[in-house]
């Protein structure tokens, strides 16, 4: 049944892209993306007809974070092999489109067998490799047809998932035609083991090697360091109202030395006013800090994009925003200076967050008076405090090198 069920929901999901071409920017951008990508593969192929190539695909931008170490590894090995990158969504390819070290970039066409067969008849890729998830069965089907090596890498899977429903159905049978995962957590490999599935290895996140690298290559900002004077410093990554409204009354009592930095999700003007209003202590924004103005300031909001990542090196407290809402903002970034890290309770669709609870170097707060309490006792208690850093940096150290044991097991396997 689902032999016919599974093309008529492409189909079905191709129509809704057109319908809602007038009215959604993201549609229109995904409509006309594909209709573009075997023209960009055409053109590809004719200005490389002998090319080796490898091809990577990444459903949105955080995905593209987590291929992006193993494809620029695999470009320092392999820099005769030519890279085709494509994406799923707009926020992952209308971002990284010019993105250097791949040297052809698009939409991926609609999963179907005509188009399965059209793009591997233009990229003609050694290998695929898949970050996450993103299980297409027309394409997978037909890798496995043609001997393609299909890795899937920080693959990540839960229970209830429709792939493990029912051994030999149809979902299960796409997982079955991959030919290795690298799987994120031991419960992915579980859960694959239990459906009859052994060919994989737990590697865990390649974004770990992506933040450590950006730590490694953190910028410097002089004004930042004239701002922190040296004193405590709590920033407050990727922030929305409903995060401020909780650690305000905190911040606003607290009378111990502290320097608060603010990177709000949303830069505008209004949406930063909003975030002052119920802050009492004396602030500034980032594009009028000087020498002068950060005189007497202790809240420093950033009202750039960009620099977030290299910021947290100046942290002894983070908070993380988002999980007031709908979700959690990205806690690898921080996590990779080993600070102790906190963030609302909408956190359990982020595995890293659930770990950090986990081994002790993050906590998840509900309201006010329960960061209130967590915060004052890291603040005071310098055991506590070097404590938790550790554990957090344990964290992140234990967890790198995935991408390294991915190109490994490509180099030996099929290169």
């Given at each position: 049944m689902m032999q016919f069920i599974y093309p008529l929901s492409q189909h079905i999901y191709q129509?809704?892209?057109?319908?809602?071409?007038?009215?959604?920017?993201?549609?229109?951008?995904?409509?006309?993306?594909?209709?573009?990508?075997?023209?960009?593969?055409?053109?590809?192929?004719?200005?490389?007809?002998?090319?080796?190539?490898?091809?990577?695909?990444?459903?949105?931008?955080?995905?593209?974070?987590?291929?992006?170490?193993?494809?620029?590894?695999?470009?320092?090995?392999?820099?005769?092999?030519?890279?085709?990158?494509?994406?799923?969504?707009?926020?992952?390819?209308?971002?990284?489109?010019?993105?250097?070290?791949?040297?052809?970039?698009?939409?991926?066409?609609?999963?179907?067998?005509?188009?399965?067969?059209?793009?591997?008849?233009?990229?003609?890729?050694?290998?695929?490799?898949?970050?996450?998830?993103?299980?297409?069965?027309?394409?997978?089907?037909?890798?496995?047809?043609?001997?393609i090596p299909f890795i899937s890498f920080s693959t990540i899977f839960r229970e209830g998932q429709i792939y493990f429903k029912k051994e030999n159905s149809f979902h299960h049978k796409i997982l079955q035609n991959i030919s290795y995962f690298f799987v994120q957590n031991e419960q992915s490999g579980l859960l694959l083991a239990k459906s009859g599935i052994n060919n994989f290895e737990i590697t865990g996140d390649t974004r770990f090697d992506r933040v450590y690298e950006i730590c490694q290559n953190r910028k410097s900002f002089t004004i930042i360091e004239q701002f922190v004077e040296d004193k405590p410093t709590l920033i407050i990554g990727s922030a929305w109202q409903e995060d401020i409204n909780v650690l305000a009354p905190v911040l606003n009592q607290f009378s111990e030395s502290l320097k608060v930095i603010i990177a709000s999700h949303e830069i505008d003007k209004n949406t930063i006013d909003k975030m002052k209003s119920v802050l009492s202590k004396a602030s500034v924004n980032y594009s009028e800090a000087n020498e002068k103005t950060i005189q007497g300031k202790d809240i420093l909001f950033i009202d750039n994009i960009g620099i977030l990542s290299s910021l947290y090196q100046y942290a002894q407290f983070v908070h993380i925003g988002g999980a007031f809402g709908k979700g959690l903002h990205n806690t690898l970034e921080a996590a990779t200076y080993g600070v102790p890290i906190f963030f609302g309770p909408n956190y359990n669709k982020f595995q890293e967050a659930i770990d950090l609870i986990e081994v002790g170097g993050a906590f998840s707060i509900s309201d006010s008076e329960e960061f209130?309490?967590?915060?004052?006792?890291?603040?005071?208690?310098?055991?506590?405090?070097?404590?938790?850093?550790?554990?957090?940096?344990?964290?992140?150290g234990q967890n790198l090198g995935a991408s390294q044991k991915i190109i490994d097991f490509c180099k030996e396997e099929y290169l």
């Open positions: 129509f809704l892209i057109l319908v809602l071409t007038p009215f959604s920017e993201k549609a229109k951008l995904l409509k006309n993306g594909r209709k573009e990508s075997f023209e960009i593969l055409n053109t590809f192929r004719k200005n490389n007809p002998k090319a080796n190539t490898i091809w990577f695909h990444a459903a949105s931008l955080g995905e593209f974070e987590q291929a992006r170490p193993v494809l620029e590894k695999f470009k320092t090995d392999f820099p005769n092999y030519k890279v085709v990158l494509t994406f799923f969504s707009p926020s992952g390819y209308e971002v990284r489109k010019n993105y250097e070290l791949a040297d052809c970039i698009c939409y991926l066409p609609k999963d179907s067998k005509n188009n399965a067969q059209q793009f591997l008849d233009l990229v003609q890729p050694k290998i695929a490799l898949f970050a996450k998830y993103e299980f297409w069965h027309y394409y997978i089907s037909l890798c496995k047809e043609r001997n209130k309490q967590k915060f004052t006792e890291l603040y005071h208690n310098k055991n506590l405090h070097q404590s938790t850093c550790e554990k957090t940096r344990e964290y992140v």
